[in-house]
């Protein structure tokens, strides 16, 4: 596929070749706080919160929204976040523990995933949470145990699965009567105040009619539980999976980039399908309609963040194109293996004849590849590159394998603030106890 999106998709002025972000070098980012470097642009941030918060005119079905904690775990962001009204979608303790720790009130956090044990079933109850989804049958005795132990009644959803959503470790299938079954538990249990339905689909939504099959299939559900168990569910949580604008599958289609990139459902052709199915649904069937929570991630913030990253060396001897081997790979930027993610050079973009490169990262590992065949202009030592898209599942999925990990800064309004210092050695050893009991 032909390869190449314009900078200015991301909000990146060009002059000369010089790439700059509010006015901003890239380059010079870099050359400030050093390499690599994940930079987050404030304002997009704010202006994604601000689409997704922006329910369809006409609109009568309340539509919240949840952040997937996951997706870029970053304190000053998840702060700024809730700040901006937005709740929190967590899946681990360690998550439930990060929101409270950051003063998100119970009843905007939503809990997902699967493996909840008895002894954290007990601290969710106690956590009186907006919602905790059960991921499958299991959880629902494991949950009802700890909340009548406690005497309380907790807030839930069962997790379902659809014919074409993440299913096997992730919830209960709607086929074959399954889901319906769970729900017959579940709502036996008097320790269990049964509100919601869960459902996400995992591989991503990239165009409407996907969005609608899923959706409809989600509804339909809602109807049996209706029609069978005579619940009308208060929560209907249709999870995240929303593609990012301009992350595309690596080599999935002969189409150019551009094309792909024209026909992805935006943020509010997504909401206004998901919010009109609904309407329409509930409104035929002559029940209020739920309140809508989502869960979003990638959609969020995948284009609020990038990643700057240099040409450590070039080694051109072999048959083929170029190697630069930069000082950011799969430590880093794993996903790239997967994804296609825009890289430009932050200093001669479009300059000169394109050059093909392979793209290698630092490591002493054969797969520590980023991109197998690139087209950039012509690279020297010490150039900086900027890998676009970076706000979904780098940071998490980053580590410590044989290079320190980079720090993040901030910029908003033109003023750069340093949001996650840069890993040190020291960092890297301070938990070994030798290092820590100080006998290194
Ligand atoms: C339950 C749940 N909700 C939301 C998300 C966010 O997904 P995405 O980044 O595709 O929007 C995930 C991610 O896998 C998830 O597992």
Redo the contacts with the bound molecule.
């Keep these: 596929m032909a390869r190449s999106l314009p900078p200015g998709l991301w909000g990146l002025a060009c002059a000369g070749g010089e790439l700059s972000l509010e006015g901003t070098a890239l380059a010079g980012l870099a050359e400030r706080w050093g390499s690599p470097l994940f930079v987050v642009d404030g304002a997009a941030v704010e202006e994604n919160v601000r689409r997704f918060r922006r329910v369809p005119p006409g609109g009568s079905v309340e539509v919240d929204v949840f952040y ?1 904690y ?2 870029n775990p970053v304190v000053e962001l998840l702060r700024r976040l809730s700040g901006l009204g937005v709740g929190a ?1 967590v ?1 681990s303790p360690y998550e439930l523990w990060l929101a409270r720790r950051l003063g998100v009130e119970p009843s905007r956090i939503v809990y ?2 699967p493996g909840k044990t008895p002894a954290f079933a007990r601290t969710l109850v106690d956590s009186d949470l907006l919602v905790t989804h059960l991921n499958h049958r299991e959880e629902i005795g494991v949950l009802a145990r700890a909340a009548a132990e406690r005497g309380r009644r907790t807030a839930v959803g069962i ?1 379902v699965a659809t014919s074409d959503s993440w299913s096997g470790k ?1 919830g209960v299938p709607i086929a074959g009567g399954r889901a319906l079954a769970a729900y017959e538990e579940a709502l036996a249990c008097a320790s269990l105040r049964v509100v919601g339905v ?1 459902a ?1 689909r ?1 591989t ?1 939504i990239e165009d409407a009619d996907t969005l609608v099959r899923f959706v409809r299939e989600v509804l339909e559900f809602c109807d049996t539980l209706h029609a069978r168990l005579g619940l009308d569910v208060e929560l209907l949580d249709l ?4 593609a990012a604008p301009t992350v595309l599958p690596l080599d999935a289609s002969t189409l150019p980039v551009g094309e792909q990139v024209a026909g992805r459902l935006s943020v509010e052709e997504y909401l206004g399908v998901l919010v009109g199915e609904v309407e329409a649904h509930f409104g035929r069937a002559g029940r209020p309609a739920p309140r809508v929570l989502l ?6 913030t995948a284009d609020t963040q990038l990643l700057l990253c240099r040409v450590a060396s070039l080694n051109a001897a072999g048959p083929g194109p170029a190697h630069a081997i930069l000082d950011a790979g799969e430590n880093i930027a794993h996903i790239l293996h997967r994804e296609y993610h825009e890289i430009f050079h932050t200093g001669r973009w479009g300059q000169g004849p394109a050059l093909p490169y392979v793209l290698d990262g630092p490591t002493c590992s054969p797969m520590d590849r980023l991109r197998d065949a690139v087209e950039l202009p012509l690279l020297r030592v010490g150039d900086t590159l900027a890998v676009m898209d970076a706000g ?2 780098l940071v998490p999925f980053s580590n410590s394998f044989c290079f320190p990990q980079p720090g993040i800064v901030l910029l908003d309004g033109g003023r750069e603030t340093l949001i996650r210092r840069p890993e040190t050695y020291e960092d890297m050893i301070a938990r070994d106890l030798a290092a820590a009991g100080g006998t290194l």
């Design positions: 997937s996951k997706t979608e899946v997902n995933g997790r992730f869960h996400h995992g991503a999870g995240g999976s929303l869960e979003p991630g990638r959609a969020m979904a599942y």
